[in-house]
């Protein structure tokens, strides 16, 4: 093939000329729509002010964040204006070491008040000491060990490695990420991070903590109490339970607040949405002013919104999963209602004829004319709301209906323990991926079983 | 094989008859007693009762209703005051949703298998949907809230992360559906990857995509009115603070907008999205 000459693109632009020029109408919409799109993405840029946004952001937050929640650090603290040393996990005072029972990175030699000497090893061959008032940092890569003094002024000496921040009210010893240390006057605090969630399964004052699968099986079995009050499986229940830093027992109420929203909201809604879908089908009530009305309700309640209905339950019910159950069952008997409906009108009217020739009644003919014709997507949509819902219940519940939603909250806002944080999205996770294999299981089955 | 008369049919008839009657009696049974222990659990479980509640139901919107009713014509006003934080919640909706739009057409394409793309891709595509699509974005917002500030783009980030999973899926089974006669076409003639889906299967999924996206705009303008409550700006802030303050006219100012919102946001692409699947079965036949 050769090119095309110029008489002979004239004359196929004269002869096909409404083809070519709706193929270039078609080619320049998708350009200008991205013109568009681009432009107003722009302009959003600039609204949200995002450039500020960067500027202000704390992404040395998110790290720190993100590491909480995978990890835990132990404190090893010696305050010399108050002539104490302390190891305790998460610096929490209910989790303080005894100091017969220091971890073995800590060792201690002499008083441990202020004229004792503490090894700490910090793991990759560094060790810290404390001796005094000083603390030594020794390791690989540093020519001389770094001393610094924690008297009333900070002074130092040594070789000093980048990982090493020094100002004359703070020096940030910042070895990695997992082995950090802060001086400042009087006060001596070192930090060595751990993999994992400390205290998960028992509190740390728990007799219980630390044990492993096997020996709490075997103690679940023996017959020498530990607390001569109850048995010693009755015991690790209860410990594990009552475990005051993750709280098993209320999150897991919790959880099933927010399944119980859910679950009771999907099924009013549907048990109040289908008689009144019937109502507001044309082809079931031939009365235009009730079916009007009935349709403008479901608008009405699926307009106004579950976030609105929920600040009106909660005034009136109080906190609690009633308040979850009435918003989700009134915003989606809206939704379920209209889908219903819209279900019943499409049906093939056959069924409906033929139960009628035979003189069945106006109830047996909707319970054998109707509804076999419209229970597919009656299960599938009330299976489908319920999976959306345990969502929206989450979000509900944070907004004050109680569940995770709020126990999610408080863990945010107190912005200290990341790991329950993480814990609970975890098990949220879970709850609405468990909810969305059960429904779709669900929907297989039934709804495949009704087309046989 | 043994004789089979018809009375042993019938007898295995309605044996059968029967053990399906007894699983579906089960079945409800069950059912019924999930619903009332349900009932149980929630009402005690609740700070107030239901009855105690019941009474008190038409207290809120009834003084809502009344301090509307005292400000007069003033309350006109408020309307216009309270707009811009109404725009600042479509703007978080509209830019979520774009974004999530896009991502969710290259998650889409990854996880269709009929679509020709590197197979070890699809199942890993398949589970950043599920992923994503479960994740309730209130969870993701208030986190970025706290790296990030205050301010609309956590809220635009966990919507649109949302987005992209919830709307993938739907998009994906939209691609599984397409007639591959146009795709079979366009290999028959040469045409490289790019090519065969701009041309054979861009056309033919296009309307649904369009379909679907209005729908999850209207979703996420709620979504992001939501958002707004937990430090995300716009409407939903303005209603945090207004309800704090137990203030009755302003609560209902922003009842009204957002209601009027969702209502012609539903009304406009309810009627673009007839206009675009319809017309494209008009198309078709």
């Known amino acids: ?452 | 094989m043994a004789m089979t008369t018809v009375d042993q049919l019938q007898a295995h008839a309605s044996s059968l008859e029967r053990r399906r009657r007894l699983y579906t009696g089960l079945g409800a049974a069950i059912f019924a007693i999930l619903v009332v222990l349900g009932f149980i659990g929630a009402e005690e479980m609740n700070s107030g009762g239901f009855v105690q509640g019941l009474e008190k139901f038409f207290d809120y919107p009834g003084n809502i209703v009344s301090e509307t009713a005292e400000a007069g014509t003033g309350w006109f006003e408020r309307l216009w005051i309270y707009l811009p934080a109404l725009i600042e919640t479509i703007n978080m909706a509209a830019v979520a949703t774009i974004f999530g739009t896009v991502f969710a057409v290259f998650l889409s394409f990854a996880a269709t298998r009929d679509l020709q793309v590197w197979p070890p891709i699809i199942p890993v595509a398949r589970r950043i949907m599920d992923i994503t699509r479960a994740f309730p974005e209130l969870i993701l917002a208030l986190f970025l809230i706290f790296m990030l500030g205050s301010s609309p783009v956590p809220a635009i980030i966990a919507v649109a992360f949302h987005t992209a999973g919830a709307l993938g899926k739907l998009f994906s089974e939209v691609n599984e559906n397409i007639d591959r006669g146009p795709l079979e076409g366009m290999t028959a003639a040469g045409a490289s990857w790019t090519q065969r889906m701009r041309w054979a299967v861009l056309p033919q999924v296009l309307p649904n995509y369009t379909s679907y996206m209005l729908l999850r705009f209207e979703i996420n303008i709620r979504a992001s009115a939501i958002l707004g409550f937990v430090g995300a700006g716009g409407i939903g802030s303005e209603l945090r603070k207004a309800i704090s303050w137990a203030n009755g006219a302003d609560i209902a100012a922003l009842f009204v907008l957002l209601f009027l919102t969702i209502m012609v946001i539903d009304q406009i692409s309810g009627h673009v999205r007839r206009r675009l699947v319809g017309g494209m079965f008009v198309g078709a036949r």
């Open chain 1, 1 to 452: 093939m050769s090119a095309i000459t110029a008489d002979e693109a004239g004359r196929l632009e004269s002869t096909y000329g409404d083809v070519l020029r709706t193929h270039r109408r078609q080619f320049l919409w998708p350009v200008g729509l991205l013109v568009l799109v681009v432009v107003y993405l722009a302009y959003a840029f600039f609204a949200f002010g995002v450039p500020e946004l960067i500027a202000k952001s704390r992404l040395d937050r998110g790290v720190l964040l993100g590491l909480d929640s995978v990890a835990y650090k132990v404190h090893v603290e010696k305050n010399l204006r108050r002539d104490r040393f302390e190891v305790a996990v998460e610096g929490e005072r209910t989790a303080t070491y005894d100091e017969a029972s220091l971890p073995d990175w800590v060792g201690v030699t002499g008083a441990s008040g202020n004229e004792g000497r503490v090894d700490i090893d910090m793991g990759g061959g560094y060790s810290f000491v404390i001796e005094g008032e000083r603390l030594t940092v020794t390791g690989p890569g540093m020519s001389a060990p770094f001393t610094v003094t924690a008297g009333d002024t900070l002074s130092w000496e040594g070789d000093v490695p980048s990982w090493i921040e020094l100002n004359p009210k703070k020096v940030d010893v910042k070895l990695s990420l997992f082995q950090r240390a802060q001086v400042t006057s009087g006060r001596i605090l070192v930090f060595r991070y751990f993999w994992g969630w400390e205290d998960f399964w028992f509190d740390f004052r728990s007799p219980l903590n630390g044990l492993s699968a096997g020996e709490l099986w075997a103690l679940a079995w023996s017959d020498e109490r530990i607390d001569p009050e109850m048995s010693n499986a009755a015991l690790i229940v209860d410990e594990f339970w009552g475990n005051e830093g993750w709280q098993h027992g209320d999150v897991f109420k919790a959880l099933l607040e927010t399944v119980i929203m859910a679950f009771l909201g999907t099924v009013v809604a549907a048990a109040v949405g289908l008689p009144l879908a019937f109502m507001a089908a044309a082809n079931v009530n031939p009365e235009p002013v009730s079916r009007f009305v009935i349709r403008r309700f479901f608008d009405f309640v699926r307009g106004v919104d579950m976030l609105i209905w929920s600040l009106i339950f909660i005034r009136a019910f109080g906190l609690g999963p009633l308040t979850g159950v009435f918003a989700i069952a009134l915003t989606d008997t809206g939704t379920l209602g209209k889908l219903f409906s819209e279900a019943i009108e499409n049906i093939d009217n056959k069924q409906v004829e033929g139960m009628q020739s035979t003189g069945a009644g106006a109830l047996a003919r909707y319970r054998f004319g109707v509804i076999p014709q419209i229970l597919p997507v009656f299960i599938s949509q009330s299976l489908y709301y319920l999976e959306s819902n345990t969502r929206s219940a989450t979000v509900i519940g944070a907004l004050g209906a109680g569940g995770i939603g709020l126990k999610l909250v408080e863990t945010l806002r107190t912005g200290k323990d990341w790991e329950n944080t993480l814990y609970i999205i975890v098990l949220t996770l879970m709850v609405v991926i468990a909810m969305d294999i059960t429904s779709g299981w669900l929907r297989r089955k039934l709804t495949g079983a009704g087309r046989d």
